[in-house]
């Protein structure tokens, strides 16, 4: 090597080794160098639209099917199991080397009429209900790491809510409050001892009646080794100000019980009026104050180990339809995929993460 090229070389490799890294340049990127999962709920019906699956490849390392592993879906019929949207997301999960969040199998809303109307006894339901979770669980053994096992089964002050599994006619374990659950929890363990198997909530991320119901029940769980391993905080944000110190404080009592959290349907919906159009347009702003803050609440904490949003585009949200079309603008990337102010501050809180080990 002659000395000029020695001399230009040595400066590469010193200014290389100097140079800060660079800045990441999506979600993914900053996500995967702080060691946590980040995600988005998904439709495999927006597959075909290029947009959608360049934005949610670059900026995800994790799906979850948004409806395509309900009973509604999943399960049309009785006797038959239809699992090809599912499967669709599975596939795109692996080409694209994402981890797959399973969601949901025990739900008292999004079943199939046959179900409902079905007029099954409780040990029928039971069966039914056994055959479902192990059918699923052994089809996506391998591909999908964890699972909601349980969604949404307790109300408002902590009770359990009346549901087909619990009590209408339920599946033997009426008036047993979480009985049913802990089934649920055991025969998913059966089925596929590796997959993580979480309860999941909307309304009890902070602290209050409902965050204290999950919490004792995690703790007996956990004390009678009921095989769960975390919980499912929804986080379908409607609220101008959000108390993250609260969600930050049930993060940390949910994690010392030994399980962990994933933050499973962030989306912070804002106000607009008859023609789509946000009412306030600093709205864009307090959101990404509220996006910015659970992201920290949760990444501050190393058992809180993922984060997802429920959906990624305005283009595709259930905000609209469940709002009446009164709420919207409630994801990071607008209609036609631009990132958002709250895009910008998740980015900046995954950007400035300490690292954690793998
Ligand atoms: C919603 C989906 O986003 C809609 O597409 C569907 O029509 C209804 O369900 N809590 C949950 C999710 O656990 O499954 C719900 O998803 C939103 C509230």
Request: aromatic fraction near 10%.
């Amino acid at each position: 090597m002659k000395f000029g090229v020695r001399l230009r070389f040595l400066t590469l490799v010193v200014a290389s080794a100097a140079a800060p890294a660079a800045a990441p340049q999506s979600l993914r990127q900053a996500a995967d160098s702080a060691g946590v999962l980040v995600g988005t709920a998904v439709r495999p019906s927006q597959f075909p639209e290029a947009r959608y699956t360049a934005t949610l490849a670059r900026e995800f390392n994790m799906v979850e099917p948004e409806d395509a592993m309900k009973w509604w879906v999943l399960h049309p019929a009785a006797d038959r199991f239809d699992f090809g949207p599912a499967d669709e997301v599975v596939r795109f999960a692996k080409a694209h080397n994402m981890k797959v969040r399973g969601h949901c199998l025990v739900w008292g809303r999004d079943n199939p009429a046959w179900l409902t109307q079905g007029h099954f006894t409780p040990d029928q339901l039971s069966r039914l209900l056994r055959e479902h979770i192990v059918t699923t669980l052994k089809h996506y053994e391998g591909d999908v790491f964890a699972w909601d096992v349980v969604n949404e089964a307790l109300d408002e002050n902590g009770e359990v809510r009346d549901s087909i599994w619990y009590n209408q006619p339920g599946v033997g374990l009426a008036g047993k409050a979480t009985a049913y659950i802990e089934q649920a929890f055991r025969w998913a363990h059966e089925a596929d001892p590796r997959a993580l198997l979480f309860y999941n909530e909307a309304g009890g991320e902070g602290l209050g009646r409902k965050s204290d119901a999950i919490y004792a029940m995690v703790k007996d769980f956990k004390h009678r080794g009921v095989p769960i391993d975390g919980v499912g905080l929804q986080l379908h944000v409607q609220k101008v100000a959000l108390d993250c110190e609260a969600i930050a404080a049930n993060i940390a009592r949910l994690t010392a019980l030994g399980v962990q959290v994933h933050i499973t349907e962030l989306d912070v919906s804002l106000p607009v009026g008859s023609d789509g159009e946000l009412v306030r347009n600093d709205d864009l702003q307090r959101q990404a104050e509220i996006y910015r803050g659970v992201v920290r609440a949760c990444l501050q904490n190393p058992g809180c180990t993922a984060i997802q949003t429920w959906g990624f585009t305005d283009k595709y949200s259930w905000i609209g339809s469940s709002s009446h079309h009164s709420r919207g603008s409630a994801l990071p990337f607008s209609r036609d995929y631009q990132p958002k102010p709250a895009y910008d501050a998740i980015l900046r809180e995954l950007s400035s993460a300490k690292k954690r080990p793998q």
